[in-house]
């Protein structure tokens, strides 16, 4: 039997098929309220770092649409940071589900910034418990069933919806999830060589993972028959098509392997998260946060899945 990971759209069809408020003409109200409060926080922040003031309106405009891609990778890259840095152009968006987490009373106002720290990480798992879910589902990032039912609550709309698939799918015997196991082929098919995984997804309690196997979108792949520039060319490979992926190395106290995460991966454990940070800021995904160890002709850009099918 299949069975659908982590807020699959049609994880719990029957039980959320009922809005969150009786009346929707109260619903409707409640909705507009919220829209132009987080409307007039957006202008007030963008005024604030001196954007001319017809940005801000755009700005505005466009937090009454979330981009889920953008506020699951904010997500990721946002909690290590030392600040509060915005990742990419998702402020809007990241503002946007803050407003609703506080209207919701899952977060304080002073919180409202744009940026998916930790505050926002806790505050958006609290939104999903409060829906039921638990575990990975209840990991802090947003999926498409809790995003989707914030915004029909507190007035935007979700584009751009990340979704894991199915996450009992299969690459080589070992368990991914189905857009873990479609990344994959991409990047094989970028390959004159097979890619062999040694590890894959969801298996929970290897001492030697750290926990980042725990969940969805890691997976280790194995090096042995490659030379070294094929090891390279396979990292660069993964990345392309929207990995943190590293080359893992005696000196770092690992045989040789590559670890792999995919990006935006929404049923990713949290020290997997970090590690997309990492691959953000150009470190290694280790306790050092080294830098990288790719040499540059292998780095690529930082991207995910859904946007390098975008071309």
Not at 108 to 133: F, N, P, R
Not at 139 to 160: C, Y
């Amino acid at each position: 039997m299949t069975h659908l990971s982590s807020e699959s759209p049609d994880t719990h069809s029957t039980e959320f098929s009922h809005s969150t408020h009786a009346d929707d003409t109260i619903r409707s109200t409640h909705s507009r309220r919220a829209v132009l409060r987080r409307a007039a926080l957006i202008t007030g922040a963008v005024g604030a770092a001196t954007v001319p003031a017809v940005f801000a309106v755009q700005q505005a405009s466009a937090a009454t649409s979330v981009d889920m891609e953008l506020t699951v990778v904010a997500a990721m890259v946002d909690p290590p940071r030392t600040g509060t840095g915005i990742t990419l152009t998702a402020g809007p968006s990241v503002t946007a589900v803050e407003g609703a987490l506080r209207d919701k009373g899952f977060l304080g106002g002073s919180l409202v910034d744009g940026h998916y720290g930790t505050s926002t990480i806790t505050a958006y798992s609290a939104w999903q418990k409060s829906l039921g879910y638990t575990g990975l589902d209840a990991n802090g990032l947003p999926g498409p069933t809790s995003l989707t039912k914030l915004g029909e609550a507190e007035g935007f709309t979700v584009t751009r919806k990340v979704s894991v698939g199915a996450n009992n799918a299969s690459y080589g015997g070992k368990r991914v999830n189905a857009r873990t196991r479609a990344m994959l082929v991409a990047a094989d098919a970028k390959l004159s060589w097979s890619l062999t995984l040694t590890q894959g997804s969801y298996t929970p309690g290897n001492p030697d993972s750290a926990g980042t196997h725990d969940g969805g979108g890691v997976v280790d792949i194995a090096v042995g028959s490659m030379s070294a520039t094929q090891r390279w060319q396979t990292v660069k490979a993964l990345r392309d098509v929207g990995f943190a992926a590293w080359l893992r190395t005696p000196e770092q106290g690992f045989s040789y392997h590559i670890h792999a995460n995919a990006v935006a991966d929404t049923d990713m454990a949290g020290v997997a998260q970090a590690q997309v940070h990492d691959c953000f800021f150009g470190k290694n995904g280790l306790a050092s946060h080294a830098a990288d160890n790719t040499p540059s002709a292998y780095r690529g850009s930082f991207t995910w899945w859904e946007k390098y099918n975008r071309g």
